[in-house]
């Protein structure tokens, strides 16, 4: 109703008749009679010449159709075979329709203008200029949906320079309730994994195992009991669901509630239970389903489990994982996988070691770790790295200083044109192929180890033939120090070489104050007796003065936000090491759990985020784009103003409280 009063006081000829009229009543009333009957009659004239000009274009435009149409009786008849109207492009005005038109839209002739967008509101007639043959949207009638579509024409006669529409619908309830109930009943494949099962029954007497594992199966028969769910255990710590599409939107609507209350199922040990949900849709049938759901469980882990992942046939989504990563790294793995990167070392021509770009210490140190590893398997390492954009350049001016990595540190076009078909490529401190240092060097070297432990992203480096991920690992630099354990000798690891791979892990663990399990605290053992000097280690990580007066600029710049988070957008630009320290240093301020630093890098807006561990800065950063793990993550941002991308954080943050 407000909408049609809205309409009235548009300017069009029911306005020009009722403001004719309300003089004729103004004059009357100041009892100028003759006047106001000759503006009553002026009106009244107006108002029959209106209706016969009126009456005149609509037979003109209606014998138009019919000399269109096969027959009189098809085009104005009850033998119709769907609604049709006529309008003009321009204003929406509805010129004519047809009978079964009127019945079904309530529309009825009048003598003032009908707009198409008081039958369906939100009407756009872009699409027929764009010379689509369909409307885009589903046009509800009342009880009844159709299909609209349509033609343009121009009109004979001295109407013929308007361009005007003809529209036409065709009912498609039963068809699109039909397929709507497919759509509902789509089967759904999920897998829940128990992530700790090893932790939460080691030593523990069956009888009591038992009892723990009813008390979880009883969680997710409670998850389940609301839809129609098929739940059976199909290994001693997994469950398989089958389930329906409507009933995924239930489970989705509740925001896998499962992920908080396992946790209330706790061992004798008080360590709780947790749980990763990996659940296939869209498959072409139940097997490509259920490998949908397999491959949502192994994405699950590899960011550090408690969340639950849905994979379709395109795209990754991501729910929970607020939790912090246990730490469940096998040193089993490290083993295997120690003998097996040997091998295929050894059976390189060449070997290249490539971090993300604006290299830092921990992507240097891993490389250089690496180095001690081909050098025991008799080849030459290749460090890729852009020597004028790093941030980690007091690591590799001194490395160069000896002998062994004099010439080892290349650019990405040089290892391009020395790189062959029996070249490896070991990628090291990131899994996305577009932060690698040179994706065209990833591109072509068609073997690939990947050795990183920020959570997998959903886009990550897919051409890998050995892997070795564990989120729950402080650093890249402490996953190459467990692999040289058992891959190389004690007296193979240069004392500078053991150098770089402490600082990799003193810097992602914040000296240690951050992401540190036991694993980290047995490789900084392992490197300082083979000559790693933490003293040396600490003038890495000096900065000149200018430096240190800009990394305190940046924190003067912030504003504590809510959550305990503190952002500092900056409207200059600066380097990303110091933008790194600078929201490190943040965090040493009381009240302060994680940190944002702000700032444009030409036609982008670089982010770098740091948190204790209350806030997950990669989940609040992976909707902008970015990546990293809990403590650490950055993200950029293209075609935004630093005030732009401070609005998209805001809203990210607020969005990662209320899950």
């Known amino acids: 109703m407000d909408k049609k009063i809205f309409r009235f006081f548009e300017p069009s000829v029911a306005l020009c008749f009722v403001v004719m009229l309300l003089f004729a009543a103004v004059t009357f009333f100041?009892?100028?009679?003759?006047?106001?009957?000759?503006?009553?009659?002026?009106?009244?004239?107006?108002?029959?010449?209106?209706?016969?000009?009126?009456?005149?274009?609509?037979?003109?435009?209606?014998?138009?159709?019919?000399?269109t149409t096969s027959s009189r009786d098809n085009a104005l008849g009850s033998g119709v075979p769907f609604p049709m109207a006529v309008l003009r492009v321009d204003t929406g005005e509805v010129v004519w329709t047809n009978a079964q038109f009127q019945q079904i839209t309530g529309l009825t002739d009048s003598i003032f203008d009908a707009k198409i967008e008081d039958v369906i509101p939100d009407f756009d007639a872009r699409w027929l200029i764009d010379g689509k043959p369909e409307y885009p949207i589903e046009v509800t009638l009342g009880k009844r949906r159709y299909y609209m579509s349509g033609n343009l024409f121009r009109p004979a006669g001295a109407d013929s320079g308007r361009l005007m529409a003809s529209l036409y619908l065709t009912d498609q309830t039963e068809l699109l309730s039909v397929r709507d109930e497919y759509i509902r009943s789509r089967p759904i494949v999920a897998i829940v994994l128990i992530d700790n099962y090893d932790e939460l029954t080691n030593n523990l007497a069956a009888g009591s195992v038992s009892s723990l594992d009813a008390l979880i199966g009883a969680r997710i028969a409670a998850w389940t009991k609301d839809i129609n769910c098929l739940n059976r255990k199909f290994e001693r710590n997994r469950y398989l669901?089958?389930?329906?599409?409507?009933?995924?939107?239930?489970?989705?609507?509740?925001?896998f509630s499962l992920l908080d209350s396992v946790h209330e199922v706790v061992n004798p040990s008080g360590i709780a239970a947790s749980v990763s949900i990996g659940i296939g849709k869209d498959g072409a049938d139940f097997e490509e389903s259920f490998n949908f759901a397999v491959l949502s469980i192994e994405m699950a882990l590899s960011r550090g489990g408690d969340q639950a992942v849905i994979k379709d046939r395109y795209n990754f989504s991501f729910f929970g994982g607020r939790a912090k990563e246990a730490e469940r790294h096998s040193k089993v793995k490290s083993r295997v996988l120690a003998g097996s990167l040997t091998e295929l070392i050894r059976q390189s021509n060449q070997v290249y070691v490539m971090g993300h770009?604006?290299?830092?210490?921990?992507?240097?140190?891993?490389?250089?770790?690496?180095?001690?590893?081909?050098?025991?398997?008799?080849?030459?390492?290749?460090?890729?790295?852009?020597?004028?954009?790093?941030?980690?350049a007091s690591l590799i001016r001194?490395?160069?200083?000896?002998?062994?990595?004099a010439e080892a540190f290349i650019s990405a076009e040089e290892a391009m044109l020395l790189s062959d078909p029996r070249s490896l490529l070991i990628v090291v401190d990131t899994n996305r192929p577009e932060q690698v240092e040179s994706r065209a060097l990833l591109e072509t070297i068609p073997r690939v180890v990947?050795?990183?432990?920020?959570?997998?992203?959903?886009?990550?480096?897919?051409?890998v033939v050995l892997t070795l991920h564990e989120p729950s690992v402080s650093s890249a630099s402490e996953l190459v120090t467990e692999l040289l354990q058992y891959?190389?000798?004690?007296?193979?690891l240069m004392p500078e070489e053991a150098r770089a791979l402490l600082a990799g892990i003193v810097l992602d663990t914040k000296n240690f104050a951050v992401r540190t399990g036991s694993g980290t605290f047995e490789a900084a053992a392992f490197l300082r007796r083979l000559g790693a000097d933490p003293t040396e280690v600490k003038k890495l990580f000096q900065s000149d003065l200018a430096t240190t007066i800009s990394r305190y600029r940046i924190i003067q710049h912030a504003k504590q936000y809510a959550h305990g988070i503190a952002i500092s957008a900056l409207d200059y630009t600066t380097s990303r090491a110091t933008a790194g320290q600078a929201a490190d240093e943040l965090l040493n301020i009381e009240g302060i759990t994680a940190s944002f630093v702000l700032y444009p890098d030409g036609d982008k807006v670089i982010i770098s985020a740091r948190s204790l561990g209350e806030a997950n800065v990669q989940m609040i950063l992976e909707p902008l784009g970015g990546g990293g793990n809990a403590a650490t993550a950055g993200a950029q941002i293209t075609g935004k103003t630093v005030h732009g991308a401070l609005k998209e954080l805001q809203a990210s943050i607020e969005a990662y409280y209320q899950l």
Do not use: W
């Open 30 to 67: 100041f009892d100028m009679i003759y006047l106001a009957a000759i503006e009553a009659g002026v009106a009244i004239v107006l108002f029959v010449v209106y209706l016969i000009f009126t009456q005149t274009k609509k037979r003109q435009l209606r014998d138009y159709i019919l000399s």
């Open 241 to 255: 669901l089958v389930m329906e599409q409507k009933d995924l939107a239930a489970l989705e609507a509740g925001k």
């Open 357 to 392: 770009k604006n290299a830092d210490l921990d992507a240097i140190g891993a490389a250089v770790g690496l180095g001690c590893l081909c050098r025991k398997c008799g080849k030459q390492v290749k460090i890729v790295v852009d020597e004028a954009n790093n941030v980690a």
């Open 398 to 405: 001194r490395m160069k200083e000896t002998d062994a990595y």
């Open 450 to 463: 990947l050795i990183d432990h920020h959570r997998m992203a959903a886009d990550s480096i897919d051409q």
């Open 487 to 492: 891959a190389a000798d004690p007296q193979d």
